[in-house]
Nanobody
Framework: QVQLVESGGGSVQAGGSLRLSCAAS????????MAWFRQAPGKEREGVAV????????YYADSVKGRFTISQADARNTVYLQMNNLKPEDTAMYYC?????????????????WGQGTQVTVSS
């Protein structure tokens, strides 16, 4: 059974930072993808960043390159999303997702496992 639990969301002013965490269970002992998606009001769900756990390979959406960093904790089944220089357009519900299958398009929304989401609100 896979469980993903996000935390770290909140409200911040433009230019500020937040660090999201995704604690994953059920993927221990294997390589897998963990990703962050977001869905803003009135918009489609959008891929933000993905990491291939074990190798550390990452991929980012153009909209967050240079501002967001996805990383893996060494001793915990946890992935972080460090969000710097936040903009109002970053306001969204942020979801953690995981996939043990090979992925050919890293930030497509076809991840089989999802967390409940954590709200990020950026005020101008």
């Amino acid at each position: 059974q896979v469980q993903l639990v996000e935390s770290g969301g909140g409200s911040v002013q433009a230019g500020g930072s937040l660090r999201l965490s995704c604690a994953a269970s059920g993927y221990t002992g294997s390589r897998y993808y963990m990703a962050w998606f977001r869905q803003a009001p009135g918009k489609e769900r959008e891929g933000v960043a993905v990491i291939y756990v074990g190798t550390g390979s990452t991929y980012y959406a153009d909209s967050v390159k240079g501002r967001f960093t996805i990383s893996q904790a060494d001793a915990r089944n946890t992935v972080y999303l460090q969000m710097n220089n936040l903009k109002p357009e970053d306001t969204a519900m942020y979801y953690c997702a995981a996939d043990r299958r090979p992925r050919y398009k890293w930030l497509e929304t076809d991840f089989p496992d999802w967390g409940q989401g954590t709200q990020v609100t950026v005020s101008s």
